[in-house]
């Protein structure tokens, strides 16, 4: 069982190029989420989605688009990458219902750098 | 709104000594109160969780939590450090009954062990 897969691990980005981060789950998850994380900044929320064909801002959106047209796929853009994008990101999936505790399930994270 | 307040970005212990990692909350309602654990390089994984049962909760790999609403706090605690425990630890909070998507982490505690 995959769980919560993400691809690239690794990305080097210039200034200005744009990129997409692909985030997959099989765990028939309605909820997916992208989060960030700087040091000493903790997770922040970017974008999530409640269900396919559905997608809401979370903390930080700005310059973040996404995209979630299969439920188990949702997917992180950036049309014109900044120097302060660079950062790790996080998928993670979780069940919703009266069984939602809370619990996310995460990726193994993506390490992007914009020069 | 919720908020989190994870004490001390950077905790070290002895192996075999006391862990503590202190977590305190805000909530305007009832809350549910998560630990998650980041390892090096890798996504983060749910430590223990109170969904507003047992007020004592135990975790994986020996960790504990004590939901405290006179002191608004979660502490996390291991009687007995272990070299493994080495990671970063976060605290999280959602309001009771609003689902995952409204999760909110702190900035995080990076435990370190001694030998």
């Known amino acids: 069982n995959a769980g919560v897969t993400q691809t690239p691990k690794f990305r080097v980005l210039k200034t200005g190029q744009s990129m997409t981060l692909l985030c997959a789950q099989d765990m028939n998850h309605e909820y997916m989420y992208w989060y960030r994380q700087d040091p000493g900044m903790g997770l922040r929320l970017i974008h999530y989605?409640?269900?396919?064909?559905?997608?809401a801002k979370g903390e930080v959106p700005d310059g973040y688009n996404v995209s979630r047209l299969k439920k188990q796929n949702f997917l992180l853009g950036l049309e014109s990458a900044a120097p302060s994008q660079t950062s790790v990101y996080f998928c993670?999936?979780?069940?919703?219902?009266?069984?939602?505790?809370?619990?996310?399930?995460f990726g193994e994270g993506s390490r992007l750098t914009v020069l | 709104a919720q908020s989190v307040t994870q004490l001390g970005s950077h905790v070290s212990v002895s192996e075999g000594a006391l862990v503590l990692l202190r977590c305190n909350y805000s909530?305007?309602?009832?809350?549910?109160l998560f630990w998650y654990v980041q390892y090096p390089n890798q996504g983060l994984q749910l430590l223990l969780k109170?969904?507003?049962?047992?007020?004592l909760v135990k975790g994986i790999n020996g960790f504990e939590a004590e939901f405290k609403k006179s002191e608004t706090s979660f502490h996390l605690t291991k009687p007995s450090a272990h070299m493994s425990d080495a990671a970063e630890y976060f605290c999280a909070v959602t309001p009771s009954g609003a689902g995952s998507y409204q999760l909110t982490f702190g900035k995080g505690t990076k435990l370190s062990v001694i030998p």
């Open positions: 989605s409640v269900g396919e064909g559905t997608t």
């Open positions: 993670a999936s979780s069940r919703p219902g009266q069984g939602d505790t809370g619990e996310l399930f």
């Open positions: 109170y969904t507003s049962a047992a007020t």
């Open positions: 909530s305007s309602v009832p809350p549910y």
